[in-house]
């Protein structure tokens, strides 16, 4: 086991946030944590990489090195490329020799090698992205934490990432938790998905998805069928008002995938 989370509960105040979330991860394997806007996703994941403190609960993380991946891409724009990454290495490695094969390394995993004089400012989003990925993966993370990494590209950007992290989780057998609001992205990333309600957020049921990431597409019956079963959750706990005219139609026709079910509230 890498990570494990035993009834973690968080208030701001007299406002609960997070009731009782409880999941364990193991090596190679992403947990998804999917849910609405404002369900404590971020919370959550900011309490996982000890930035944010727990009012109740039990961590227990065997990981030797964990890495954050944010929203936003978080590269210092007066350094290059190349420069941002050596910034988190310095601590680590001493030898420049050493630094400079690290960089070389996870800026080719990420396709990005001769963009390592460029500044952000001179690389397209998705580009940057991948920079923060190639940052991420320098310290040779054992856990990677990531914050809706994809939220402000476009679509098929998108999938570009997720193939890529897909194929680096399964090269170097990572732990990953992975926080999202989009049920396309959680069922081709996710291994688990964690289903979160919000007031106060919590998990309200998991899915195991056993399908091979490199055998996943969205056009598929299986994924399709997991992918409605999802977007059923995530309307019915938006609240009819707030709900997508698809996802409307999906509440009136009572859709039900319960033989996917692994665990549910009573």
């Known amino acids: 086991m890498l990570y494990q989370a035993e009834n973690l509960s968080k208030q701001f105040g007299s406002e609960q946030i997070l ?8 090596k ?16 959550l994941l900011r309490i996982l990489a000890g930035l944010e403190d727990y ?45 400079e094969r690290k960089i070389a390394d996870v800026l080719g995993a990420v396709n990005l090698a001769k963009y390592n004089n460029y500044l ?17 993966l320098a310290i040779e993370p054992e856990l990677l934490l990531m914050d809706e990494p994809f939220a402000n590209l476009d679509f098929p950007l998108r999938l570009d990432l ?13 732990g990953g938790v992975f926080v999202t609001h989009d049920s396309r992205e959680a069922v081709l990333l996710g291994d ?24 996943r597409y969205l056009e598929s019956e299986e994924i399709s069928q997991y992918n409605k079963l999802l977007n ?5 706990n938006m609240g009819k008002e707030h709900m997508h005219q698809s996802c409307r139609m999906l509440d009136n ?11 549910k509230e009573n």
């Open 55 to 99: 009012d109740s609960g039990k961590i227990i993380n065997n990981a030797s090195h964990t890495a954050f991946i944010f929203q936003e891409d978080r590269l210092l724009p007066w350094l290059n490329l190349r420069d941002n990454i050596e910034l988190v290495l310095k601590d680590q490695l001493k030898d420049q020799k050493k630094i």
């Open 28 to 43: 190679g394997e992403i947990v998804s944590f999917l849910g609405p806007s404002g369900c404590g996703k971020s919370t």
């Open 162 to 174: 997720i193939r890529l992290l897909s194929r680096i989780f399964a090269k170097k057998r990572m």
């Open 253 to 263: 026709m009572n859709f039900s995938c319960e033989s996917l079910i692994l665990d």
């Open 120 to 136: 952000p400012k001179e690389l397209s989003g998705g580009m940057k992205q991948r920079g923060a990925i190639a940052r991420a």
């Open 192 to 215: 688990k998905i964690m289903i979160m309600q919000d007031n106060p957020g919590r998990i309200e049921s998991s899915i195991e998805i056993t399908i091979p990431k490199e055998e």
């Open 19 to 26: 009731k009782d979330i409880s999941f364990k991860l193991e």
């Open 232 to 236: 059923h959750y995530l309307c019915r």
